[in-house]
């Protein structure tokens, strides 16, 4: 049993790693006789040598062999998100072939779901959704708006099984309006704001409802996680996040999964999942020594960290009374304190500004004025207000500039050496997963079979006549109901000694 809790640690705790290999060489040359020395590397430099000749010579007689460092040996270039999701004319990972895709099935324990706020077409969402139900994820809670909500997209994503989808309609935000969060201090600094604290505060109260969904649906545990976000179970065996959480001893109420920032090495990505291969570690995985001697080569463009966006990483919550959340990273308790652990190695990778088209786009998300003084009440983050004042201000090609600047890394030397320290990371296995997803047709054919059969349902499949009571007596266990004339004239400013649990979103 010693080695089942490997993976979970206190937080900041660091470890340091050897590497076997240079510690066994060292010893055998400090043990062997010096005549014995030389007679003994010039055996192992033959042996070397007779066995990459024969390596050499097995390669040339194989064909399709992919490229080693890069994953899939080409990159997806189409702008369609039919030709993103649709089926490739070769396959790219020929040792894959015989492997058999296994989503979650929902009599294996523990059971997991996540649950997400997207308006992302299904470009993004599909790849997202699968490839977390090969990884051991059973059921999704997808509150839809713009986009996710299309006829076109809504109808694939409600026709995949394991996927419930809520629309932002008059009867959600009725139900949402009665929740005891209005009431609560620790939301008060983020309420009646616009643009990211708007959109916080509609996250914090779905994930609220997807409490109560998720406790009706028999879960075990819950993620709260945006489509450009994957887990990454490193750690796992089977990589595997039931695995991961089948270890985690029963006192543990919530668990605690680091971020990596995506890195991008050019401005012309279309599909992040399947061309980001390089990410910057979080400073909790990074020992102190690499990260102060690098610090300023991993920093260019930022006032104080190399992450662009958040570094609080995600956590996943044990279902329990009382449960709630503690805005979109954390879970808390109403009635007691939760423990919390962190894993070591698995992770949730972050593909933040992966597309140019992130930044191009992030003017029409947001109604506030291109100044550095009005920016500050829509955005938390200092590099979110940066690229809405460009985006809002600038021409196409200043934005390519800035991108290139602020953004992209394209200095293979700087990413080498980095990559050396420890500051920055590889993970190719998303990249491997969903492109054997696009090769073996699921996209193409989840999207085919969607639109062939009959929508005899009403979108909204008498969602709230299911849950509507039972959101009701969850929402407001204490605190007064809020109709929709009370939200709009409360005081439109929170009172400032709320605190505040996590500064940083």
């Known amino acids: 049993m010693a080695g089942v809790f490997t993976a979970l640690r206190p937080r900041r705790k660091k470890s340091s790693f050897s590497s076997p290999s240079s510690s066994l060489s060292s010893s055998f040359f400090q043990s062997s006789p010096n005549t014995y020395a030389s007679s003994g590397v010039l055996f192992l430099l033959t042996l070397l040598s007779l066995s990459l000749a024969a390596f050499a010579f097995t390669l040339q007689r194989r064909s399709g062999l992919p490229d080693l460092r890069c994953p899939g040996g080409r990159v997806l270039s189409s702008p369609d998100p039919e030709g993103i999701l649709g089926r490739s004319r070769k396959l790219s990972f020929p040792y894959f072939r015989d492997w058999k895709i296994k989503f979650g099935s929902s009599d294996l324990l523990p059971k997991i779901c996540i649950t997400t706020s997207t308006s992302a077409g299904l470009e993004q969402t599909l790849p997202w959704i699968f490839y977390h139900k090969v990884i051991g994820i059973t059921t999704f809670f997808m509150f839809v708006e713009g986009k996710a909500a299309s006829p076109h997209v809504s109808k694939v994503l409600e026709s995949i099984p394991g996927v419930t989808v809520i629309y932002r309609t008059k009867e959600l935000e009725e139900e949402q309006a009665k929740s005891r969060i209005w009431n609560e201090s620790w939301m008060g600094p983020l309420l009646y704001k616009p643009c990211n604290y708007e959109l916080f505060v509609k996250q914090t109260l779905n994930m609220e409802m997807a409490i109560v969904m998720a406790r009706e649906a028999g879960m075990d545990w819950i993620f709260h996680l945006d489509t450009d976000e994957l887990i990454h179970p490193a750690g796992s065996g089977a990589f595997s996040v039931q695995q991961l959480l089948s270890s985690v001893p029963a006192e543990v109420d919530t668990v605690v999964f680091s971020n990596y920032e995506s890195i991008v090495e050019r401005d012309d990505i279309k599909d992040p999942f399947s061309e980001v291969s390089l990410f910057k570690k979080n400073r909790d995985h990074i020992a102190d020594e690499a990260y102060y001697k690098h610090y300023h080569e991993a920093c260019p463009g930022t006032t104080s960290y190399f992450f662009l966006t958040y570094v609080n990483g995600k956590s996943a919550a044990r279902i329990q009374d009382h449960l709630r959340p503690n805005g979109a990273h954390r879970w808390s308790n109403y009635i007691k304190p939760l423990t919390e652990v962190q894993f070591h190695e698995a992770v949730v990778l972050h593909y933040t500004y992966s597309k140019f088209s992130d930044l191009t786009s992030r003017h029409a998300r947001c109604g506030c004025k291109p100044t550095k003084e009005d ?8 590099f979110d207000r940066d690229a809405f ?64 059969k009959k929508n005899n349902a009403s979108r909204h499949g008498g969602f709230w006549g299911t849950y509507s009571r039972k959101f009701g007596s969850h929402l407001m266990t204490s605190g007064k109901f809020i109709n929709q004339g009370e939200l709009k004239t409360r005081r439109k400013v929170a009172p400032e000694s709320a605190p505040m649990e996590h500064a940083d979103f």
């Open 375 to 382: 920016v500050k009440r829509c955005f938390f983050l200092e």
């Open 389 to 452: 004042i460009i985006a809002s201000t600038a021409t196409e090609e200043e934005m390519r500039y800035w991108y290139n600047k602020h953004v992209v890394w394209k200095d293979e030397e700087t990413n080498h050496k980095l990559l050396k320290a420890g500051i920055f990371t590889r993970i190719y296995s998303p990249m491997v997963i969903i492109e054997h997803l696009r090769e073996s047709g699921v996209f193409s054919s989840v999207i085919a079979e969607a639109w062939a």
